[in-house]
């Protein structure tokens, strides 16, 4: 099982950018989908979470402006963001928890960078 995530790059503040993750391999289904991020010298941070049945959660600091979202027949998982600050300056990863028929792991992505000019 991989989790590809893409979509960083440089934007100026006020900006957007849209983050996708894909899973592929041999799976049954797909629980939660997630994206964390860790910023230079910083811990890694929940950023935004999504169960199998929609239910949604963020970071306090992203609510209003990100939006975590997935299509199960793609195995797809997307984080609209909007208004980007600085300090949304991070690495950006994407995390799931995937049942494979017999036994739940978890998978992190590689990380995609995210870089926002002020």
């Known amino acids: 099982v991989q989790l590809q995530a893409s979509g960083g790059g440089l934007v100026q503040a006020g900006g957007s950018l849209r983050l996708s993750c894909v899973v592929s391999?041999?799976?049954?289904?797909?629980?939660?989908m997630a994206w964390y991020r860790q910023a230079p010298g910083k811990q890694r941070e929940l950023v935004a979470g999504?169960?199998?049945?929609?239910?949604?959660n963020y970071a306090d600091s992203v609510k209003g402006r990100f939006t975590i979202s997935r299509v199960n027949a793609k195995k797809t998982a997307y984080l609209q963001m909007n208004s980007l600050k600085p300090e949304d300056t991070a690495v950006y990863y994407c995390?799931?928890?995937?049942?494979?028929?017999?036994?739940?792991?978890?998978?992190w992505g590689q990380g995609t960078l995210v870089t926002v000019s002020s």
């Open positions: 391999g041999s799976i049954v289904s797909i629980n939660r």
């Open positions: 995390n799931s928890v995937i049942w494979d028929g017999e036994m739940v792991y978890e998978y």
């Open positions: 999504i169960t199998g049945g929609a239910i949604t």
